[in-house]
């Protein structure tokens, strides 16, 4: 997986993560999306292989 | 193919999600259930309702079992009402009054108290409400007045009048029953069931933490929870869905940590770009 998949890949896993939270408040959906972005960015670090792309 | 296995993870995560989810879409789900004549007048209390909540009522209706008992609320003065004369007896206690940062936030949650759950005195029937939730006043006076002022005008009484004596009444019976009460800002919504347990030492309580709420939608959903507790008990061992509470959990922990740090983030770089453009002396100043 390259790093923009992976990226890409994290960004779909942190929006899915936090739509299934569902805060009430607009800062609750910004905190908890970049801190689920974050933690997915960093599970799926181990797999990124630049040389795959 | 690598790349097709990832999108495969996605759209199972998706679909997973969407199920788990399902849940929250509870506003349609009410509009589908059709009751016959005469039925429950619960479902016109809540905005958001609980599958799991629906389906307790639904197996209720099956088996014969009329949810007939609703739980009211009440403003009252010290002493006014024995808890011992009522089969549950709830307090919405708050550790301190109100000051000008969170006077918007008491009147929030006055607020989805007053939508959430019926006064006492819009129950028919003459028989006396066996499941109350007391929100204390500071004298007799205050109660009464509450009681009697229209719903827009009731908060501001509400909420100004607290009875805080009342309060770390409530507060320091439910630490004599063995409830661990947390350093927070509160309110703590506490109840006996049955009331004449008030007093007692080491018995069961029903405690929920309302400290972390900001936001009315999620006070009400505590609220309509509430209800639902109190109707269950004394069965109040049944539990809730693990993942349902871990939800709520950190629902509740983004909204507030997430209007701190959103909020100080925004502070900051307000002030640096003040520092930069050198425009914040002036604000300041002005």
């Known amino acids: 997986m390259t790093l923009r998949a992976a990226l890409i890949l994290a960004g779909l896993l942190a929006f899915a993560f936090t739509a299934l939270i569902w805060p009430y408040t607009r800062e609750g959906w910004i905190l908890l999306g970049l801190l689920s972005l974050g933690a997915f960015s960093v599970i799926l670090l181990p797999f990124v292989r630049e040389d795959d792309g | ?286």
């Open chain 2, 1 to 286: 193919m690598r790349s097709i296995l990832s999108w495969l993870l996605v759209a199972a995560f998706i679909v997973l999600a969407g199920l788990y989810a399902a849940p929250l879409y509870r506003v349609e789900l009410k509009s589908e259930i059709r009751f016959p004549e005469g039925g429950s007048s619960f479902l016109s209390l809540p905005r958001l309702i609980d599958t799991d909540d629906l389906s307790m009522l639904y197996a209720r209706r099956e088996i014969g079992i009329e949810p007939v008992l609703i739980v009211t609320r009440v403003f009252a003065g010290p002493g006014e009402l024995p808890p011992s004369q009522f089969q549950a007896f709830g307090v919405i206690a708050f550790p301190s009054r109100m000051t000008e940062e969170d006077t918007e936030r008491y009147e929030m949650l006055c607020r989805a108290f007053l939508g959430t759950i019926p006064h006492t005195s819009e129950t028919s029937g003459a028989a006396p409400p066996a499941f109350l939730t007391v929100w204390p006043m500071e004298t007799l006076g205050d109660a009464a007045r509450a009681n009697r002022v229209s719903r827009a005008a009731t908060c501001p009484v509400a909420v100004s009048r607290y009875g805080l004596a009342e309060a770390q009444r409530f507060i320091s019976a439910a630490r004599r029953a063995g409830q661990s009460i947390p350093s927070d800002r509160g309110p703590f919504l506490i109840a006996w069931s049955p009331g004449h347990l008030f007093g007692e030492s080491d018995v069961p309580l029903l405690f929920r933490d309302m400290s972390s709420i900001v936001t009315e939608q999620a006070a009400e959903d505590v609220f309509f929870k509430w209800i639902g507790d109190i109707q269950r008990s004394p069965d109040v061992s049944e539990p809730v869905p693990r993942l349902l509470r871990i939800r709520a959990r950190i629902r509740e922990w983004a909204d507030r940590t997430g209007a701190i740090a959103v909020g100080a983030i925004v502070e900051t770089a307000r002030l640096a770009w003040g520092i930069i453009t050198g425009k914040g002396d002036e604000t300041d100043d002005a």
